[in-house]
């Protein structure tokens, strides 16, 4: 019996068909249970062998979905990985930046005879730049962090008069001090007033303001150490200590004193924070002492000499600055303006020596005290994107300066002419380009009157650039 | 000298002992990461957003208050790729705070966990302000939130460990959230794909590749190059010939030369939100897409 008839007679079977239809015997009917039981075991046989199949099927293909989907991820991870930041051997190079700048000047006064009356002239140029076009002090710097404690710059500049580098700050400070304090040592700007630690290439005006100049030298860079620590609070408030070899003005001589410990000392504090939407402030006070020995400057005597006199004593200066900026909603992408202000007290008390040198009356020694003070208030306003424009104003009061050998008579006020009572002022007008971050063009106008009787027009042209990493953006 | 150096002293002592208010605090560089902290933490973090949508994140100065928010942070929220490079290394360097230094678990760079688009061939100045690890804005298209999310919350956890817990749940409930919102926006954003439109900068380059728009131009002449007069009546000549179907610009952008090119081109001027903040609708994350897409499918009507 073939599978078809047996299919047939199993069906017919379940179909219920009576013996009496299809008429087969008891032999064929137990041969027939044989061969449906043999055909049903075939089959779960079968059906076994093709789940199994099924199942491995169904496994590779959920296997294949793993692999599909790590491949995914990896491919993804390659691509964030790959969009990262470069690797290579100079990776690891410092961030690196270069500052160009030129100058135009044109002035109604001899730049050689600038002197600021009133005031004992400082140890360094102040005066404004040479007459006609002439290059400014380029800049270097580099910084990066050192490790996960420390992080050092290194900002050189580059004059062109006498082709010398010199170090204008290059300082380590600390990164892993934690509850807001740090350290700084090396050479720095002294946080001695808000405009001291500004680099010139971000200097809103081409110069300084005449405070800083009379009571700073133009800027106080400190060899020394820093310790700042800024409040847990939500308004900022910051205090800080630095203690210097004393190597610039006020400090004195030149370089410095021969001496172990220290030669200045300056105390600062900053509070600062918004207010609306739209104005963010900063205030400072800061308090520098120093003790200068010899420090020296050269004056013309009643005779016409030359003579070189030095001051030995303390000098202490108290500076207060003040910031405001205002912004729409602090974006200053197209309009700001900038407040700032510094006033500056100094007192000193000592001894002065007249004609160290002994080339003309004679040297003589006698009390010297004095009490100064100074300030200016500038503005600037951005009022499209790319231009602003600017005023300052300063003031100087020599105020009350005493001289022991003049008041003993051994002298005459003649002979410190550069001492003899004056209050400087100046005006200055700018006005700048800024194409990009990275580049500024400005004309500057003034009409200074830091000379007893000489008033200088300046006129000045000047462009600043700045190469390499960004800058940062500074309060 | 030294009676004020001990008064300093007694100063610093007595506010260095003034109480921390949340389990983390948060200082976040843009909008979007501090309210994505906010969705994966809740009430487990305090979170200071140190700019809005209405600034330029590149164009931001290191002013007081932000240092004083730095210096208390427990975690650093940043974009990172030198979208903060102006003003981030101050507020990291000034702050005297070890823990949210680069490199430590407090300091976390979003764009690190995105795939970035637009990274320059040549680095030079000359092509403007660019960004030599490509574009930092990559909070637009959403794929990359949910990246971050991934990491942020792993990074939370990291930092607070006694909550992992809470963590993991917010997480997978955003996650889950984020999910059907994507694939919500994809399906409303169909009309969207081959759309030309013109930008302001090119901060919205993840929102395009995203949606399959095409950019046609941007208002800046090169990137962080304020639109001149000479640029845009050249787009206004490229829009005759081929229009554009909008000028988009980001809440913070002026929107004048937008709207000028608008009037000359006869184009629809689209402002988009940009970031959390930047609009009514943009309350958080969702709202952020909610009101862009809706404002962008505006002009397809």
Redesign the interface.
């Known amino acids: 019996m073939n599978r078809p008839q047996v299919m047939a007679l199993a069906a017919a079977a379940a179909l219920g068909m009576s013996q009496s239809a299809i008429a087969v015997s008891d032999e064929e009917l137990k041969d027939l249970r044989a061969q449906v039981r043999e055909m049903k075991l075939d089959y779960e046989k079968r059906i076994d062998a093709l789940e199994r199949r099924l199942q491995q099927a169904e496994a590779a293909a959920g296997k294949a979905q793993v692999a599909a989907g790590k491949a995914e991820s990896t491919a993804?991870q390659a691509?964030?990985q790959?969009?990262?930041?470069p690797t290579g051997e100079n990776a690891m190079n410092p961030g690196v930046s270069l500052i160009l700048n030129g100058i135009y000047s044109n002035l109604s006064q001899d730049p050689n005879g600038f002197r600021i009356n009133g005031f004992v002239p400082t140890l360094g140029e102040v005066g404004p730049p040479a007459r006609g076009l002439s290059l400014g002090e380029s800049e270097l710097a580099f910084a990066a962090?050192i490790d996960?404690h420390f992080?050092g710059t290194l900002i050189a500049s580059i004059s062109p008069d006498n082709n010398s580098a010199a170090i204008e700050e290059g300082y380590i400070?600390t990164?892993?001090?934690?509850?807001?304090?740090?350290l700084k040592a090396g050479r720095f700007f002294s946080a001695v007033g808000y405009q001291n630690q500004i680099h010139a290439h971000a200097w809103d005006f081409a110069d300084t303001p005449l405070a800083s100049k009379v009571f700073l030298g133009n800027r106080l860079a400190e060899d020394g150490v820093q310790l700042?620590?800024?409040?847990?609070?939500?308004?900022?408030?910051d205090?800080g200590?630095e203690l210097g070899r004393g190597r610039q003005f006020p400090g004195g001589p030149d370089g410095g004193r021969n001496k172990n410990g220290f030669g200045s000392?300056n105390?600062f504090?900053?509070?600062?924070?918004?207010v609306g939407a739209s104005t963010?402030?900063?205030a400072g006070l800061s308090?520098l002492?120093t003790s200068p020995r010899d420090r020296s400057y050269n004056d013309p005597d009643a005779t016409g000499t030359t003579v070189s006199n030095s001051f030995s004593g303390r000098s202490r200066l108290w500076v207060l600055d003040g910031i405001l900026?205002w912004a729409p909603?602090?974006?200053?992408?197209?309009t700001s303006f900038k407040l700032q202000a510094e006033y500056f007290r100094r007192s000193e008390n000592g001894s002065l020596r007249y004609d160290t040198a002994a080339a003309s009356l004679g040297t003589q020694t006698g009390g010297f005290t004095s009490r100064q003070s100074g300030w200016y208030l500038q503005g600037v306003y951005q009022f499209v994107?790319?231009w602003r424009v600017g005023y300052r104003y300063d003031r100087l009061n020599s105020g009350a300066t005493s001289l022991g050998a003049v008041d003993s008579g051994v002298l005459a006020a003649a002979d410190f002419p550069v001492l003899a009572h004056y209050t400087p002022t100046r005006h200055t007008l700018m006005a700048d380009w800024n194409?990009?971050?990275?580049s500024r063009i400005r004309l500057q106008l003034a009409r200074d009157q830091s000379r007893l009787g000489a008033t200088d027009h300046q006129v000045l042209l000047q462009y600043i650039m700045s190469?390499g990493a960004?800058?940062?953006?500074?309060? | 000298m030294e009676s004020i150096f001990k008064l300093v002293i007694a100063v610093a002592a007595a506010l260095a002992a003034l109480p921390a208010f949340a389990a983390i605090n948060v200082f976040a560089c843009e909008p979007e990461w501090g309210a994505l902290a906010q969705e994966l933490a809740g009430d487990g973090v305090s979170v200071y957003t140190g700019t809005t949508a209405l600034q330029d994140p590149h164009r931001i100065e290191a002013r007081p208050s932000l240092i004083a928010r730095v210096r208390s942070a427990d975690l650093v929220i940043c974009t990172g790729a030198d979208l903060e490079v102006g003003w981030l290394p101050l507020l990291l360097t000034q702050s005297g705070n070890a823990k949210i230094q680069p490199g430590s678990p407090g300091f976390f760079e979003a764009s690190l966990y995105a795939a970035k688009i637009e990274i320059p061939k040549i680095v030079d100045r000359s092509l403007g302000d660019i960004h030599p690890s490509g574009n930092p804005h990559i909070h637009l298209d959403p794929r990359n939130i949910a990246k971050v999310a991934n990491e942020l919350s792993e990074r939370l956890i990291r930092l607070d460990p006694a909550n992992a817990d809470v963590y993991k749940t917010r997480a997978a409930s955003f996650q889950e959230r984020w999910r059907a919102a994507v694939q919500r926006w994809e399906q409303q954003a169909a009309r969207l794909r081959g759309v030309p439109i013109v930008v302001y900068h090119r901060d919205l380059s993840y929102l395009i590749n995203w949606l399959g728009l095409r950019e046609a131009g941007s208002l800046e002449p090169k990137p962080g190059i304020p639109p001149t007069p000479s640029h845009l009546s050249e787009i206004v000549e490229r829009m005759r010939r081929e229009p554009a179907k909008a000028i988009v610009y980001s809440a913070y952008n002026d929107p004048r030369a937008a709207e000028f090119l608008s009037e000359r081109a006869r184009i629809p001027a689209v402002m988009l939100p940009f970031t959390v903040g930047g609009s009514d609708r943009a309350r958080d994350l969702f709202g952020l897409f909610d009101d862009t897409l809706a404002r962008l499918l505006a002009t397809v009507k």
């Not at chain 1, 700042?228 to 408030?237: G, I, K, N, Q």
């Not at chain 1, 909603?329 to 197209?334: F, I, L, P, S, V």
């Not at chain 1, 194409?435 to 990275?438: L, M, T, W």
Request: no cysteine.
């Open positions: 993804s691509a964030i790959a969009s990262n930041r962090n996960h992080r400070q990164l892993s001090l934690s509850n807001g304090f740090t700042r620590w800024v409040a847990p609070t939500e308004l900022y408030f205090v200590l000392s105390l504090t900053h509070a600062g924070g918004d963010a402030w900063q308090y002492s900026k909603n602090r974006n200053n992408t197209y994107p790319q194409p990009s971050e990275f190469l960004h800058g940062a953006h500074k309060f």
